[in-house]
């Protein structure tokens, strides 16, 4: 997509009524097909490697080339939760990849191995916080306590540190992207919300995103919701039908990587 004919960096926001950007500046804010169109040519180089070798026909979905298809990335926050196990038996029967925003208290740290297992099948791991505190309206130091410690306890069960956040509410500014920033974290807002915090109504929440969802947008569920999981079917059969390929965030960006203090958002 030329620069000249990209769309404004706000324009995902207004699907997003609940979402509030405190004080961030354009200057790190990017939508993923920016991120993709500036990826540097070595990282071009190296994807376009790995899609020609072994990248190919992969368990974890690492063949999906969003330049080439259609793709919508698939989100999940808050958990995991009761309801993870089932959700994974859908994505795993589905072959389709999502990114899970995880919450450390009552949710990483009471349910490891949903969060071993999220791994094991291909699926991102990402950051939503220690506890949902809004980070708005935190110090530096509660900031840094609420992400490292999320990081810390996935690293611990993994071996594999997440380098994605999404701030509780979408609520961030400069403060918090310096503090992402120097624990290697990227900001991944939305374009896309069922409101599933509001309704158990599987149908309902199901209309919402296929109203909502276009191309390289990303998707906000969250799994800890009666409502939500029983809702996936249905939205990743009409989203296939429509064309779409479901991928993580991390996908999404390709050849892109995120990039620590950045906000992405469609």
Known sequence: MPKTARRPLIAGLLAATSLVLGGCTPANQIAPVDARDDAPAADVKARDAQLAGD???????????CREVKCVALTFDAGPSENTNHLL????????????FMLGKNHIAERPAEV????????????????????TDATPAEIKSQLSRVQKAVHDLTGKTPTLMR??????????????KELGLAEVLWSV??????????????????????????ILL????????????GILKELKHRGFTLVTVS??????????????HP
Do not use: C
């Open 55 to 65: 990248g190919k026909n992969s368990k974890d979905g690492t063949d999906v080339d």
């Open 89 to 100: 038996d859908i994505l795993k029967k589905e072959k389709a990849h999502a990114t899970f």
């Open 116 to 135: 071993k297992r999220i791994d094991r099948e291909g699926h991102e791991l990402a950051n939503h916080t220690w506890s949902h505190q809004i980070l």
């Open 167 to 180: 701030p509780p509410q979408g609520r961030t500014d400069e403060k918090v992207a310096k503090v992402s």
């Open 193 to 218: 919300t069922a409101k599933d915090y509001q309704t158990n109504d599987s149908k309902l929440i199901t209309k919402r995103v296929l109203d909502q969802t276009e191309q390289d947008g990303i």
């Open 222 to 233: 969250h799994d800890i919701y009666p409502g939500t999981v029983p809702a996936v079917p």
């Open 251 to 264: 996908q999404l960006l390709s050849p892109a990587k995120p990039e620590p203090g950045m906000v992405y």
